[in-house]
Structures are given as C-alpha cells and as structure tokens.
C-alpha cells in the first residue's frame, strides 16, 4: 500500500505531460518530464532516451535535460556519451552543482576513479559548506579506496547538517576502520540500517546491497539486489553501473539479476 501514492502520483504526471504535448508537440519540457517517467517509473530506457534527446532538440541551451541523459547513458554504462553531456550541461551553467555531482558518479562508474576524485574536490572547493558535495567527495575517496578520508568527508557532512547521529556514528566507525578495517565499518553501516532509524540520506548512504558487498556477505547482497527489483525501486536501474557491485560481475546470480532489469 505504501507505493500506491506514488504510482498515483506519476500516473497523474503522466496525463498531464501528455495532454500537454497534445496542446504542443514542441513542448521541450513536457518530452523531458515524459523522460524522467519513462527511466523512473516505467524503466523503459529506450523511451526515455528518445524522449530526453526530443526535449535537447528542442531546447539544447536547458542543461537539466543534458544531466538526465547523461544520468541514463552512464545507466546504460554508455560513458562517453555520458560524460560529453554532463559537459555539455557544465559549460551551459557554470555554477550549477548538479553536473559536478553527475560527473563524479559518472567517473567512478566508468571506473576513473582518479577523475572522480578531482571533480568532487573541485565542487568542495566551490561549496565549501555544501553537505553534499563532502558527501559525493565521500563516495569518490571510498571507491578509490581512500577509506580514512571517505570517513572524515561524511563526517564533515553531518556536521554540516547538524546530524549528531550520524556524527557519532562516523567517529565510531572511524575507530572501527582504523582497528579491524573496512569490513568492520561496513558491518556498523549495516547494524544502523538496521537499527530502524531514519538517516538523512538514506537512499545514497545506506543502501543495504552496497553495505553488504563491502562486508563480504555476497548472499544478502544478491538478496538484496532482488528485493531492490522487486520493489521497482528506481535505485536498482543502477546495479550495472555501480562500483560497489564490481565484485559480482561474474556471479550467475548478479547477471540474472541484470536480465530482470530489461
């Protein structure tokens, strides 16, 4: 019952675009939103492609539609096409801090880690009291394996949220990295998944598949993974492109996994 609101919600999305588009075909937003629908709702990326490239079409200079096409391309592990689009989408709005964060997820999936790393500082240098920039500079120091320095940005993170739980829980698993290593911070990540307590940035911190990786439980993770796909949660069009899963690209398992997706 939890997911009927939301299946409301872009059903009534969707009737408006469309009846829109009927009123003007041209409409670049409307092909856009048909897009974001198509990729989140519907996973037909096929659909969603054509509709983000008909929104560029019409309206190239809107750099919102170049970072959702480059978001699908990287998606669909189509890297290069994804980076010239989130540059593209950097060079029409310079100070926009979403086709940095794009960058660096991109980079890391396409398994430039060093790349990644580079653009994150960068967004950090331009906002310094962003949370999220320290949180995506978090994630490229993790997938380079710079674990310390990870654990020190989400710190820095919650800091800046005002997030004293999360505080805690960093300078705990901090001491949990430098005694037993990064299979015990992981199990800690894990225990506060558990623990019930909802996380502000739950949906990119605490996806229990990604934790269960780094703590070598490669059973629950795949248990997860499937439960992911099951609920359509739109996090799991992300599986192939995900780092954190690199480990189980040759699992039997983790490519019927992939085969659910299409």
């Known amino acids: 019952h939890g997911t009927m609101p939301q299946q409301q919600g872009y059903e009534q999305a969707r009737r408006e675009v469309m009846k829109a588009l009927e009123l003007d075909p041209q409409l670049a937003e409307g092909h856009a939103v048909l897009g974001n629908i198509s990729y989140s709702h519907d996973w037909d990326l096929v659909r969603a492609e ?65 790349r990644s790393l580079a653009v994150a500082r960068q967004l950090v240098d331009i906002e310094a009291k962003s949370a999220i920039a320290h949180n995506q500079l978090g994630w490229s120091c ?53 623990s019930g307590k909802v996380w502000q940035q739950a ?19 795949i248990a997860a993974l499937s439960s992911q796909i099951d609920r359509r949660d739109p996090a799991a069009l992300q ?16 490519l019927m996994l992939l085969r659910r997706l299409h």
Request: charged fraction near 25%.
């Open 50 to 114: 054509h509709e983000y490239r008909q929104a560029i079409a019409l309206d190239p200079g809107h750099s919102h539609y170049h970072v959702w096409l480059a978001s699908l391309m990287c998606t669909l592990g189509r890297f290069r096409e994804s980076i010239e689009e989130v540059n593209l989408a950097h060079a029409l709005d310079p100070s926009w801090k979403s086709p940095y964060l794009a960058a660096t997820s991109i980079y890391h999936s396409a398994g430039q880690p060093e």
């Open 142 to 194: 993790w997938y380079a394996g710079l674990y310390p320095q990870a654990v020190a940005e989400w710190r820095t993170m919650a800091m800046l949220d005002g997030d004293k739980d999360r505080v805690a829980l960093e300078d705990e698993g901090a001491l949990l990295l430098q005694k037993s290593g990064m299979r015990a911070y992981a199990e800690r990540r894990l225990k506060a998944i558990e």
């Open 203 to 221: 949906s990119i911190d605490f996806v229990p598949s990604e934790w269960f990786i780094y703590a070598d439980q490669r059973d629950n993770a």
């Open 239 to 254: 599986i192939a492109a995900d780092p954190a899963y690199a480990s189980l690209r040759q699992d039997a398992r983790y």
